[in-house]
């Protein structure tokens, strides 16, 4: 069991991925509530370039990593067939770990980690930065005040373009794939403003034939009392970022829902009958928010994975889209 940690959070990193280049990595050198001590690669140039890039230790291997006693946590930006394999190396090696999405590619694995997370007294967390943008909160309250009434539907789609073919999105072996990649993010919006467990009626995903991997896909799910909440997603797509919630007494819409720059005041749209309105959020950084919200469990001496149950009930849901969904072949360059 870790004890609460003064001062700033050692952190390593497993793994020289671009979302780590682009978006963690200078965060983690700018942030006073952390401090990268080391990132490591199997391969020994990119360990350096990247540690000179970042003014860090450059390590290879990522177990050569997990020994070292100056490292308090860990980010895992590897692919997820990758993850259940180094989050495990990483909790039995005393780390605390701030693992990308998904944090696993089944529930089975999702729920194995929980366990030894909580078993560890170790933080363990999935990392949804979009969770921390405060775009979010605002649409919360203007939900509270009653704008649309009551929620009757919940659309969300996020979609890009044709990513990197030598990518691992494109590969099943590595966890690929367009629910995992970008799915994952309009099911987990939809847990934010519908109560209780989600139940998948059908889904859809087309697939590469050159691949294996789904590209595209859509589901219908439903709440409890019934509201409704319909995803698409895809990386085979002109760009789409959004979610909206309709009500009986208007509809909200989030244009920039998942990936918002953090110089955009991400335009939020409500629409009343004949009356539209767009409220300018406030400017955030969610890569930021999520640092610091990592960082401030561990160092309150929290114990075990953060927002357990939402996790695996993410978990569940992918499981059950996965299962549910009817195949359709899906060809490059199709119009």
Not at 83 to 103: D, I, M
Not at 168 to 178: I, M, N, Q, S
């Amino acid at each position: 069991m870790k004890e609460a940690r003064r001062g700033p959070l050692r952190m390593g990193v497993l793994g020289c991925a671009d979302i780590a280049l682009r978006r963690m990595l200078p965060v983690l050198v700018e942030e006073e509530c952390a401090e990268l001590v080391a990132v490591a690669s199997r391969d020994r140039y990119k360990a350096a370039s990247t540690a000179d890039r970042f003014g860090c230790d450059g390590t290879v291997g990522y177990d050569t990593l997990l020994r070292r006693d100056d490292i308090d946590a860990v980010y895992i930006p590897l692919p997820p067939a990758l993850h259940h394999r180094w989050v495990t190396e990483a909790l039995a090696a005393g780390k605390h770990v701030l693992c990308e999405k998904p944090l696993c590619t089944s529930y089975t694995d999702t729920l194995d980690l929980m366990k030894q997370a909580r078993a560890r007294g170790l933080v363990l967390a999935e990392n949804f930065m979009f969770l921390h943008h405060s775009q979010h909160g605002a649409v919360r309250r203007l939900l509270d005040e009653g704008v649309v009434g009551a929620v009757q539907v919940f659309s969300s789609s996020f979609g890009v373009p044709p990513l990197d073919p030598a990518g691992f999105r494109y590969r099943p072996e590595l966890g690929g794939g367009a629910l995992l990649d970008t799915g994952v993010y309009p099911l987990r919006a939809a847990q934010l403003y519908l109560d209780g467990e989600l139940e998948v009626l059908a889904a859809t995903l087309r697939i590469d034939e050159r691949t294996g991997v789904d590209v595209a896909g859509t589901a219908l799910l439903s709440a409890v009392d019934g509201t409704a909440a319909q995803v698409s997603f895809g990386f085979d797509h002109a760009y789409r970022s959004h979610y909206a919630l309709w009500g009986r007494a208007g509809r909200v819409t989030v244009e920039r829902a998942f990936t918002p720059p953090e110089q955009l005041k991400p335009p939020v749209r409500i629409a009343q009958q004949d009356r539209v309105t767009e409220l300018a959020v406030a400017a955030d950084h969610q890569v930021r928010g999520a640092v610091r919200a990592f960082a401030a469990a561990v160092r309150s001496g929290a114990e075990g994975p953060l927002d357990e149950e939402i996790t695996l009930r993410q978990a569940r849901l992918v499981d059950e889209v996965r299962g549910r969904a009817r195949r359709f072949p899906h060809r490059a360059g199709r119009l």
